[in-house]
């Protein structure tokens, strides 16, 4: 279990939702209901929250359902969660949950998947979905703009703290869907660090998917079992960060990091 995630870090992520920081704001319920009708959640259906924190989701989730299941590995967090009426609170890692298999209707996944094993996390949730079952899930594309310094700045930042942090390969995403179970339904892009926080979001196609693009939101629908199937889609540095050490000299990244850090600081 990373240890990343404890008291300290729910309190903090409890405060920077309503703040803006490094001048971009957090996507919050607004932007989420702008896409929550992809899930096309009905009222008898059983919503998994995932990476669900304090509850930070539970009102919005309410609206479409009163079955929600909410799971975090962070157990203060569930103990906040607690003060919403969840059917059923799990103090869990995704990679790995409690729940039986195809049992669940519709998989919510908001700014969480980059701190988890990313093809873990999609074969226990490919597993735990029922059949035609929905997966909405957003993260950070291993390949932004080399002009988004703010960006760059929150990898940097994140790693030198050992904030587990990952980048996902979104073209090997789309080319393996397939093989992880899934189809995907639905993709949008936001193009710079903090565009989503501002819904900035573009549709993601054939021809923008080798774009660079910083978060992703997509909606899977599980189309069949995953068969022990699993092949890295994620990194733990982005292609960006990687491109702009090499271009600087620097083999290691971390070192990259720290000098940039010495020499600029914030
Ligand atoms: C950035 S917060 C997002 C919380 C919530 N989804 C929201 O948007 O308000 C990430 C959450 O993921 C949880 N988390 C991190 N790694 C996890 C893992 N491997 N399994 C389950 N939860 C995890 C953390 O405890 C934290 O609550």
Redesign the pocket.
């Known amino acids: 279990m990373?240890n990343s995630?404890n008291a300290s870090?729910?309190e903090y992520?409890e405060q920077r939702?309503n703040q803006l920081s490094d001048g971009t704001k957090i996507a919050d319920s607004d932007i989420a209901d702008l896409f929550l009708p992809l899930l096309k959640i009905q009222p008898h259906e059983i919503v998994l929250d995932?990476?669900?924190?304090y509850g930070?989701?539970f009102p919005l989730l309410f609206k479409y359902t009163k079955h929600i299941i909410g799971?975090?590995?962070?157990a203060n967090?569930i103990q906040k969660a607690a003060d919403y009426p969840y059917t059923q609170l799990e103090t869990?890692?995704?990679?790995k949950m409690g729940f039986a298999n195809e049992s669940i209707d519709k998989a919510f996944c908001?700014?969480?998947f980059d701190?988890?094993e990313q093809e873990q996390v999609l074969i226990e949730t490919n597993r735990i979905l029922k059949k035609e079952g929905l997966f909405l899930v957003t993260g950070k594309n291993i390949n932004y703009a080399i002009k988004d310094d703010v960006a760059f700045i929150a990898e940097r930042n994140a790693k030198l703290k050992s904030f587990?942090n990952h980048f996902t390969d979104i073209k090997k995403l789309y080319d393996l869907a397939n093989d992880f179970g899934f189809k995907i339904e639905h993709g949008f892009a936001f193009s710079l660090r903090g565009d989503f926080g501002l819904a900035k979001a573009i549709p993601i196609n054939d021809k923008n998917l080798n774009e660079p693009f910083y978060e992703y939101l997509l909606v899977l629908r599980k189309i069949e079992e995953n068969k022990d199937f699993s092949e890295p889609i994620c990194d733990l540095f982005s292609s960006t960060a990687r491109e702009k050490a090499h271009s600087e000299g620097f083999e290691d990244v971390i070192t990259f990091f720290k000098t940039h850090q010495d020499k600029y600081g914030i």
Do not use: K, Q
């Open positions: 990373d995630f870090y729910t992520w939702v995932m990476g669900c924190s930070r989701f799971i975090d590995i962070e967090a869990s890692a995704l990679e908001w700014a969480t701190c988890t587990p």
